[in-house]
């Protein structure tokens, strides 16, 4: 018996988000706010390359487990 119902996984939530790599020196991307616009965008620490975010999604933390 179970004491929590779940749910199917709806289009709405997210899934995984993915790693992003520059495009000039395939590094990785790492999330950043640009402050004056207050736009998520992702750049890379070792060149300049910067573009902007798709989704305002950075990480997907999901929890399941079993209620016995």
Known sequence: MRGVAMESEGPSEPG???IRFCQECNNMLYPKEDKESRVLLYA???CDYQQEADSSCIYVNKITHEVE
């Open 16 to 18: 995984f988000v993915g």
């Open 44 to 46: 890379c620490r070792n």
